[in-house]
C-alpha cells in the first residue's frame, strides 16, 4: 500500500505533488500529530555553484600569478552552465590546463568552499524558501539534513538559511551536520535517519543524490521521495520508483500556510 501511495505522488505533476505535501501536513496537524519534513542542503535548497564561481573569481584575482590560466577563463565567463559538479570538470571547460596551477587552485578551493564564510554566497532554488516556510508554517518540523560539518561549516549554515529567509533556530526547526567532515556521506545519512524515525511521521524527503534518496525513501517509505534536478556525484545509482523529480520548489502558491 505504501510504495503504491509513493508511485501516485511520483505521478503527479511536480507543484500538485508539491501541494499534496502540504495537505499531508495540515491534515496530521489538525489531528494532534507530529509530522516532519527532511530538507537537503547543497543541491536541494540551495545551488552552490554561485559558491565556487565567486570562490574561483577570488583566487583569480588574488593569485594572479599563480593562476593566469583562471584569471584569463573570466575574461570569457558567460554564466553558471560552465560549473559541474568535479571542480576538475569545470576547470577544464575554464580552460584551466596546467597541472601546477589546477593543483594550486584546488587547494585554495576547498579552503574556502569547506568553510563558514564562503556559504553566504549560494543562492536557494527557486521557490525553496517560500515551500519550507510553508510546510512550517502548516506544522511540520522542517529538518535541514546535510553533509556539512559542525567544525567548519555549522555557524556558516545557519546564518544562509537566517540570511535568506528559511526558518531556523525556532521551535519546528532542526539542523543536523556530520560530526566529521571525513565521515562518508550517505553512511552519515543512514544513521541519522534511524533516529529521525523516531521522533514522528516524515511526511516528505528532499534530496539531489540519487544514493541519499534511496537511502532515505528506505527507511521512510511512507513519505513523498522528491528529487531536485541540479547536479550530483558522478556514478550515482538509478532512483528508485516513486521518487518524485522536480526541477524546482515553485507551486504558484507562496503565502506560508496559505491553502
Not at 135 to 157: F, K, N, P, Q
Not at 217 to 243: C, E, M, N, W, Y
Amino acid at each position: 500500500m505504501k510504495a503504491a501511495k509513493r508511485t501516485a505522488a511520483a505521478e503527479k505533476a511536480p507543484a500538485e505533488a508539491l501541494e499534496g505535501v502540504l495537505a499531508r501536513v495540515k491534515k496530521a496537524t489538525a489531528a494532534g500529530r507530529s509530522t516532519l519534513a527532511i530538507f537537503d542542503l547543497d543541491g536541494t535548497l540551495f545551488d552552490n555553484r554561485t559558491r565556487t564561481i565567486f570562490i574561483l573569481r577570488e583566487i583569480s584575482e588574488k593569485f594572479d600569478n599563480r593562476a593566469p590560466e583562471l584569471s584569463a577563463a573570466f575574461e570569457r565567463f558567460q554564466d553558471l552552465s560552465i560549473v559541474d559538479y568535479s571542480l576538475d570538470n569545470t576547470l577544464k571547460r575554464m580552460g584551466v590546463r596546467h597541472p601546477a596551477e589546477i593543483a594550486f587552485i584546488k587547494q585554495e578551493w576547498a579552503k574556502r568552499f569547506f568553510s563558514d564564510e564562503y556559504q553566504k554566497y549560494d543562492m536557494p532554488i527557486l521557490g525553496a524558501k517560500a515551500y519550507v516556510e510553508r510546510v512550517h508554517g502548516a506544522g511540520a518540523t522542517a529538518i535541514y539534513l546535510t553533509g556539512r560539518d559542525v567544525g567548519r561549516m555549522l555557524v556558516g549554515t545557519t546564518e544562509v538559511l537566517r540570511l535568506y529567509g528559511f526558518p531556523v533556530g525556532v521551535a519546528g526547526t532542526m539542523t543536523i551536520v556530520k560530526k566529521e567532515f571525513e565521515q562518508d556521506d550517505e553512511l552519515f545519512k543512514k544513521e541519522v535517519s534511524e533516529y529521525i524515525d523516531r521522533l514522528g511521521e516524515v511526511v516528505a524527503v528532499f534530496e539531489n543524490e540519487p544514493a541519499n534518496s534511496n537511502i532515505l525513501q528506505a527507511r521512510f517509505p511512507g513519505a513523498d521521495s522528491f528529487f531536485v534536478l541540479t547536479q550530483h556525484k558522478p556514478g550515482a545509482p538509478d532512483l528508485k520508483p516513486g521518487i518524485r523529480r522536480i526541477k524546482d520548489f515553485r507551486t504558484g502558491k507562496t503565502r506560508p500556510g496559505g491553502n
